[in-house]
């Protein structure tokens, strides 16, 4: 069993930045790529970002390509998501997600994670 939990979330201004957390426990061990995933009212759940075990490989969707940046910590246990110049659109519930397995091609499909944290809301204002 993996516990993924999510912070940093939190109410802020057009063009302000946060920092989101997911901090993993359990059979940490097994943990491959790791993943972003957002869900805004009314909208289905979309794919954010994800990061291979190594950190070397890094995928982001194209609305938030340059100015978030996925990382991960493998010693520490935790992946982040740095959120720079946030839009309201950006506004949703966050999700960590975690992969069991090298996921190739296949990082944006949310069913091919094993492991969900239970969100943190993000919310931008005008």
């Known amino acids: 069993q993996v516990d993924l939990v999510e912070s940093g979330g939190g109410l802020v201004q057009t063009g302000d930045s946060l920092r989101l957390s997911c901090a993993a426990s359990?059979?940490?061990?097994?943990?491959?790529?790791m993943g972003w995933f957002r869900q805004a009212p009314g909208k289905e759940r979309e794919f954010v970002a994800a990061?291979?075990?190594?950190?070397?490989?890094?995928y982001y969707a194209d609305s938030v390509k340059g100015r978030f940046t996925i990382s991960r910590d493998n010693a520490k246990n935790t992946a982040y998501l740095q959120m720079n110049s946030l839009k309201p659109e950006d506004t949703a519930v966050y999700y960590c997600?975690?992969?069991?397995?090298?996921?190739?091609?296949?990082?944006?499909?949310?069913?091919?994670?094993?492991?969900w944290g239970q969100g943190t809301q993000v919310t931008v204002s005008s």
């Open positions: 359990g059979r940490t061990f097994s943990s491959n790529t």
């Open positions: 990061i291979t075990r190594s950190g070397v490989n890094t």
């Open positions: 997600a975690r992969s069991t397995y090298w996921l190739g091609s296949y990082y944006y499909q949310g069913g091919r994670y094993d492991y």
